[in-house]
T-cell receptor, first 115, second 108 residues
Framework: DGGITQSPKYLFRKEGQNVTLSCEQN?????MYWYRQDPGQGLRLIYY???????QKGDIAEGYSVSREKKESFPLTVTSAQKNPTAFYLC??????????????FGDGTRLSIL | GQSLEQPSEVTAVEGAIVQINCTYQ??????LSWYQQHDGGAPTFLSY????GLEETGRFSSFLSRSDSYGYLLLQELQMKDSASYFC?????????FGKGTRLHILP
């Protein structure tokens, strides 16, 4: 079955440590996205990528970095510069297309906590 | 500018009908999506309106009026499993914008 796989499901970070969240999709989607969700809040866009080797900052990119070396993979690194990283991180993918339906398919998320 | 408004919480009774309204303002608007998210889970896609009017999918319907920058999600024959958060999400040419969502509480 096609889908998006995020790993790990739970992640703990020590102060001053960088951590990388994995996101892999086998839907053959060109576009991939990273969102952050805080308790009781909506989804805020961190980074997105419309095509391999290209990505753009979302609304809250500071303290995060991404890469898009392969179509299937869009890992997110939470750097030590992100002072409040505790949140639920969601990866999504979609078929980009102006004016077309572009439902986003989400992974099951990674919960990141600070030790 | 960019804005997105929907009620933070709505309460309804099992078996009833509920409407969740959404008003938005964004550049490059193409359509309006709706997503459902249960506690602890990932959002799932419910519906998309690219044109004005009503789209129906089973118990759920969604409406869009571009001229009013307004849409709504209509849930009929409410079931306890419909207790979740519902997100109105304007689609732009490059990304989808999510707001804070509406928490739907269903009473037996």
């Amino acid at each position: 079955d096609g889908g998006i796989t995020q790993s790990p499901k739970y992640l703990f970070r020590k102060e001053g440590q960088n951590v990388t969240l994995s996101c892999e999709q086998n839907l053959n989607h060109d576009a991939m996205y990273w969102y952050r969700q805080d308790p009781g809040q909506g989804l805020r866009l961190i980074y997105y990528s419309q095509i391999v080797n290209d990505f753009q900052k979302g609304d809250i990119a500071e303290g995060y970095s991404v890469s898009r070396e392969k179509k299937e993979s869009f890992p997110l690194t939470v750097t030590s510069a992100q002072k409040n990283p505790t949140a639920f991180y969601l990866c999504a993918s979609s078929i980009p297309g102006q004016g077309a339906r572009q439902p986003q398919h989400f992974g099951d998320g990674t919960r990141l906590s600070i030790l | 500018g960019q804005s997105l408004e929907q009620p933070s919480e709505v309460t309804a009774v099992e078996g009833a009908i509920v409407q969740i309204n959404c008003t938005y303002q964004t550049s490059g608007f193409y359509g309006l999506s709706w997503y459902q998210q249960h506690d602890g889970g990932a959002p799932t896609f419910l519906s998309y309106n690219g044109l004005d009017g009503l789209e129906e999918t089973g118990r759920f319907s969604s409406f869009l009026s571009r001229s009013d920058s307004y849409g709504y999600l209509l849930l009929q024959e409410l079931q306890m499993k419909d207790s979740a958060s519902y997100f109105c999400a304007p689609n732009r040419d490059d990304k989808i914008i999510f707001g804070k969502g509406t928490r739907l509480h269903i009473l037996p």
